[in-house]
């Protein structure tokens, strides 16, 4: 069964790190890319991260330079390193399974992503 689970999300202080993970199954990464999305009240899901086999990763103007995703394929598992988070961060945070496409390309749009997880909550906050 196909499946995305982020972990890893919860309350941290502006300038503060998070590890976010993404365990999946029912389909292998060498085979699909994985998108990393967040959702705050009241915005449109921004695509913040996107990384495939054999291309750099693609990340949004927000977070480039703060935020670093990698994976480790023996583990199934996606992970979104994220420092010096700024209240701006706070947010749903998803990760999805990039079907519409190989690689991810110059962007994210979430209409190209089939299988999405069930969110983790990061709260930026003094």
Known sequence: QLQLVESGGGLVQPGGSLRLSCLVSGFSLHHYAIG??????????E????ISVGFEPLYGD??????TVSEDKDKNTVYLQMNDLKPED?????????TAKVFC????SPIDYGSWGQGTQV???S
């Open 36 to 45: 990393w999305f967040r959702q705050a009240p009241g915005k449109d899901r």
């Open 47 to 50: 695509g913040i991260s996107c």
């Open 62 to 67: 927000s977070v480039k330079g703060r935020f």
């Open 90 to 98: 706070t947010a749903v945070y998803y990760c999805a399974q990039l």
């Open 105 to 108: 390309g110059d962007s994210m």
């Open 123 to 125: 709260t930026v906050s």
